[in-house]
């Protein structure tokens, strides 16, 4: 029993999907440059950002449900610039008094707030949408094509090799705790134990976890070293892309250029 | 006492709806040992990790005379000790002692039962000095004679072990498959270890692809060439 559900990626035959990982790539970037460039309060470009998300979350055939539900995952870091409703100078929506002080809500905090966490909920989806429809081998390779520092790569790519096998280690360990949590047959005692003793046990949990990913560390570092290592992967070249890929990969980038335009205009 | 397993009509799906269990049937009788071998990927450790409703999949599994349902599981699971092929995911205790101490903490024993438990547990693997010791600095064999250890603390009446001579030397298998003829719990071992069941384990089930494909004495079946053969498996 391995955990699978980690992997975020969908196989399917959708136009998305086969479009060019470094294309998707680099179009994923333009567009989360684009919507974190964007003026607060420019409704008209979020609306045309959602039209183009959206448009890709039906192309991509998985249905919006799945990108909306993911995305929500992004609204915990929203949360930190909600102080900004009240710090923000500005035309004043409310204002109360209590015994620290006073507060006061103002238009242009609330606005910025909302600014914020629609684009990080546009961008989160943008990003759900490649990592959906790019396995991560090609994305790992698109990422070499776009010249991110190999060594940065490098750490994605074990990162994400080595996910999988931490989270089997730690499910295997969450079993063998459930399969000697017992009761006894004398019912007397109450099971369970004390709540100091239940997290210090979680503790050595944790423990044995690190010092056994750590372990692994270094013989996967031997492992490697014994093959040539020597801090640089190679790899095959990609192929060249074709006419059509640049067409849309020019497109893209000009259509995010034209909307930050656009939305500059209008602020 | 009903120290059986009594397994019927199992099957369990992966989420992937994939079958790893595909109608699994058996009984062992009370003080039974038996041996469930097969090749990787058989569906052994999935059959093992159902006997204490780790894993729940469809059809009936029985054992020592209760069927497993979500209100008993902590019932089974004082009664059926289950030790995991890699002693390291079953040591996550500080010292030796805390870990052999897990299950009647758990349970909610006093002190000195807990203590006494500890101390008897350990006797039976011939590890009582080790309680202070650190367990990540021991041996692969005094591993898993202490992960034996944890799941004795429990008292159960059904010991269930995957692949317990996995990476021990020829010295520590030899201690090991003394240990387990000596303790006197009705026993299902998945392994690889063909020469082990031999000596050890006077019945066998043969797991491919999620079935019971034989289920007979175990000189019946490592004689039978063809069957070993037939599911990935050598004559000792």
């Not at chain 2, 409703?53 to 059926?80: C, D, F, H, Q, Y």
């Not at chain 2, 498959?177 to 006077?202: F, G």
Request: hydrophobic share 50%; with cysteine.
């Amino acid at each position: 029993m391995h955990v699978h559900f980690l992997d975020p990626y969908h196989a399917g035959g959708s136009p998305i999907h086969r479009l060019d990982a470094r294309v998707k790539l680099a179009l994923t970037l333009a567009f989360i440059i684009t919507t974190s460039l964007v003026p607060f309060g420019a409704w008209a470009a979020y609306i045309l950002l959602f039209a183009i998300v959206l448009s890709v979350e039906l192309l991509t055939d998985l249905g919006i449900a799945y990108f909306f539900k993911r995305a929500f995952l992004a609204l915990p870091f929203a949360l930190a610039a909600l102080p900004l409703i009240f710090t923000v100078q500005g035309a004043p929506l409310a204002t109360w008094s209590s015994g620290a002080g006073t507060f006061t809500i103002s238009v242009e905090g609330v606005e910025r707030v909302v600014s914020i966490a629609l684009k990080s909920w546009l961008s989160m989806q943008m990003a759900i949408a490649l990592a959906a429809t790019t396995a991560f081998p090609q994305l790992l390779a698109a990422m070499r094509a776009l010249r991110i520092p190999k060594l940065l790569v490098a750490i994605f790519g074990l990162m994400w090799r080595y996910l999988f096998v931490l989270a089997d280690e730690a499910l295997r360990l969450l079993r063998a705790r459930a399969a000697r949590s017992s009761a006894s047959r004398d019912a007397q005692y109450k099971t369970g134990g004390a709540i100091v003793w239940r997290a210090r046990v979680t503790g050595g949990m944790a423990g044995n976890l690190l010092l056994r990913s750590f372990e692994r560390g270094d013989r996967i570092y031997d492992a490697m070293a014994a093959r040539g290592y020597d801090g640089e992967a190679r790899v095959l070249p990609m192929p060249a892309l074709q006419a059509a890929q640049w067409l849309i990969l020019g497109g893209g980038l000009a259509v995010c250029v034209l909307i930050l335009l656009l939305a500059l205009l209008l602020a | 006492m009903h120290h059986t397993i009594e397994i019927r009509e199992l099957v369990f799906k992966y989420p992937d709806g994939a079958r790893a269990l595909d109608g699994v049937n058996f009984y062992i009788a009370p003080g039974e040992k038996v041996a469930l071998v097969g090749p990787n990927g058989a569906g052994k450790s999935t059959l093992l990790l159902h006997l204490n409703g780790i894993l729940r999949g469809e059809g009936s599994v029985r054992v020592a005379g209760m069927e497993i349902t979500p209100s008993n599981l902590l019932k089974i699971r004082a009664a059926v000790g289950l030790v995991f092929q890699d002693p390291d995911d079953q040591l996550f205790s500080p010292t030796v002692f805390d870990d052999v101490a897990f299950g009647p903490l758990y349970q909610g024993l006093p002190e000195a039962q807990v203590r006494a438990r500890v101390a008897e547990a350990l006797a039976a693997v011939r590890m009582q000095d080790y309680a202070p010791r650190v367990s990540h600095h021991l041996s692969v064999g005094q591993k898993k004679r202490i992960a034996i250890a944890t799941a004795l603390s429990m008292q159960p009446e059904i010991l269930v072990l995957d692949e317990p001579t996995a990476g021990l030397d020829p010295r520590a298998r030899r201690d090991l498959i003394h240990l387990l003829r000596e303790l006197p719990q009705t026993m299902l071992i998945a392994t690889h270890d063909l020469r082990m069941v031999a000596e050890l384990l006077p019945r066998t089930l043969v797991l491919d692809q999620g079935r019971i494909v034989k289920d007979d004495a175990t000189r019946a079946i490592l004689d039978d060439e063809d069957l070993l053969r037939a599911h990935g498996l050598e004559k000792p």
